[in-house]
């Protein structure tokens, strides 16, 4: 790896923790979501002469979450930082759900002193074997020296063509080391290759692919998002008139109460938007990966369709599903390019048997007088006018998250989707808060995900981070019970969380937030829902709403994992 070394003003001797502080101030951090230990003692100690904001998690798993969060609202690269051993494989998840869904993170870990390293000493931890198949990069610093090349070249990489997190292990006594730094000013890695050039050849063979076609369906993935192409695409899609569904991930990247909108199409997606997808005869993949929670079994997936399929990763082209035109490129330079020269049909039979499906198969639920989740969700919609940054933990309450809320914008909504990872939703919160203090940010939550980070609360009342969270309390693990409905018979394997010697449900989450000085309000009647929810958007400050639902509810759609679209069960 090369780089250049412009030098700036002369820099005075420091140990190597304040030059790695240095390097974060150059890099533009202006929050860190850390931890202390023994071995980042060093850090937490430079950073008391910086005016990098730290924020001090009650657990690093929180802090790397919230890292994620502050970074997925605001396509910033996030920071986070551990001690070693327990600390550092504390930031395990985080960094693995970071690396799942393409999120620009840096995480540094202290480490044992180097000649102690490989001796199993106290709190050791080989953190760099530990998170190679789930970082970016990663560097092991044995010279302070090293540390602003070091430094540059992490938030390069993170930030850089597909985004992911990169790891920094610092030894202490590499942090202890008195070094005269030469900081960079410009950062190339001669081995690393972050841009692609569009070639007008791919353009003409897209725009020729349209031309051809009679069913067209546009599948965009978080990719649209990461590169800023949502208005790009929103122009495409009106100007060739082709109607757009796109994943979890992307979703926000178009307005889904756009006329082109098929919503999110996968799982839990709706029943047109899979249909669309399936069976169109020109599927154009924009920044998406053929998640196989979007294609079921790949050889059923979009079967008669020639695809099209733009990602800035080449290890993603003919991955999962081949590629009739495959294009290496950021996927806003091709948008760009392909709105030069619209192609534009009209689809009146396509555009007729789309309109056929929404009708026949709505997004829709049963309603009861009982409390329903999906009728939480939808009341919040309304009452935020869809303009609230919604993160969901993991379960049933992120599908009903993503299905009955109606997202305008990108990173609107915060999720968790490759990992899939329970515990993500109430830090995530609190970094989008961070990030966006003026903004409603809303945690939806179950009490099963909610739990795994539940000593968070702490954080949010010691920062002063105000974040709204609304648990929708089964007292089960939703969709693993939804699972065992459907496929074992009912039969439960440990997904009840109800205490039975308990005289009402259990834990009291409105106690739980009280002993943290944090306010909130039970809901048990559906009448109640909507005054619940006022309060908590009018209460300043953070707010827990618990609110009592029926575990016997179920995400709908949903098509069988191992099956294709044509098994989905919508009723």
């Known amino acids: 790896m090369k780089n250049s070394r412009k030098e700036g003003a002369l820099s005075q001797p420091m140990k190597g923790a ?13 929050t860190i979501f850390a931890y202390p230990g023994g071995a980042s003692m060093e850090l937490h100690q430079a950073l008391q002469d910086s005016n990098i904001r730290v924020i001090l998690p009650r657990h690093e798993q929180g802090g790397a979450f919230a890292a994620a969060g502050f970074a997925r609202v605001t396509g910033e690269t996030g920071v986070c930082m551990a001690t070693s051993g327990p600390g550092a494989t504390n930031l395990i998840t985080g960094i693995a759900d970071a690396y799942m869904d393409s999120i620009p993170l840096v995480a540094i870990t202290g480490q044992v002193s180097s000649h102690l390293i490989g001796k199993n000493a106290f709190q050791e931890i080989d953190i760099i074997g530990v998170t190679r198949p789930i970082v970016k990069h990663s560097y092991l610093v044995l010279d302070a020296n090293e540390i602003p090349k070091v430094f540059a070249e992490a938030f390069y990489i993170a930030n850089s063509g597909r985004p992911g997190p990169v790891l920094i292990d610092l030894p202490k006594n590499v942090q202890q080391q008195i070094c005269t730094p030469v900081f960079l000013e410009k950062t190339t890695i001669r081995s690393y290759r972050a841009d692609h050039q569009v070639a007008p050849d791919d353009i003409e063979s897209i725009r020729d692919a349209i031309k051809k076609c009679n069913r067209p369906c546009i599948y965009a993935g978080g990719g649209i998002i990461t ?3 949502s208005e790009s695409l929103r122009k495409f899609a ?32 709706t029943v047109y938007a899979n249909n669309a997808a399936n069976e169109s005869d020109l599927l154009l993949a924009f920044g998406a990966r053929f998640d196989d929670r979007v294609t079921g079994p790949a050889s059923t997936f979009a ?8 990602d800035i990763d080449r290890s993603e082209l003919n991955k999962n599903v081949p590629a009739d035109i495959g294009v290496v490129a950021n996927i806003k330079d091709v948008l760009d390019q392909l709105n030069k020269k619209p192609v534009r049909k009209k689809y009146s039979e396509w555009f007729a048997q789309i309109a056929e499906w929404k009708r026949k198969y709505p997004l829709t639920f049963k309603e009861s007088n009982k409390i329903q989740p999906q009728y939480v969700i ?24 993503a299905q009955y809320y109606t997202y305008r914008h990108p990173r609107q909504l915060l999720a968790s989707g490759g990992l899939g990872s329970m515990g993500f939703g109430f830090p995530s919160a609190m970094g989008a808060k961070v990030a966006k203090p003026d903004s409603l940010v809303v945690n939806i939550d179950g009490d099963g995900s909610f739990q795994m980070n539940i000593q968070e609360l702490g954080t949010l009342h010691a920062e002063e981070i105000h974040v709204k969270t609304i648990i929708l309390n089964n ?8 699972w065992e409905d459907r496929f074992y018979g009912s039969r ?15 834990p009291d989450f409105v106690t739980i937030a009280k002993g943290y000085l944090i306010p909130g309000r039970e809901v048990y009647k559906k009448e109640d829902v909507e005054d619940a929810i006022r309060e908590m958007l009018e209460t300043k400050g953070s707010f827990v709403l618990d609110v009592h639902v029926e575990y016997q509810e179920h995400v709908l759609p949903m098509i069988p994992p191992g099956k294709s679209y044509k098994s989905i069960i919508y009723e």
């Open 18 to 30: 304040l030059v790695a502080i240095r390097c974060l101030e150059r890099a533009k951090v202006k």
């Open 227 to 229: 590169s800023g192409a």
């Open 238 to 269: 009106e100007s060739y008139n082709i109607p757009v569904t796109t994943t979890l991930m992307g979703i926000g990247c178009f307005p889904e109460d756009h006329p082109l909108s098929l919503k999110w199409l996968g799982m839990h997606g």
């Open 303 to 310: 079967v008669n369709a020639k695809i099209v399929h733009v």
């Open 378 to 401: 939808q009341t919040l919609c309304r009452l935020t006018n869809g303009e609230a940054i919604i993160v969901p933990g993991v379960g049933q309450h992120q599908m009903w998250s």
């Open 475 to 482: 007292q089960h693990l939703g969709m693993v019970a939804q």
């Open 492 to 506: 439960r394997g440990n997904t009840v969380l109800i205490n039975e010697r308990a005289e009402r449900p259990y």
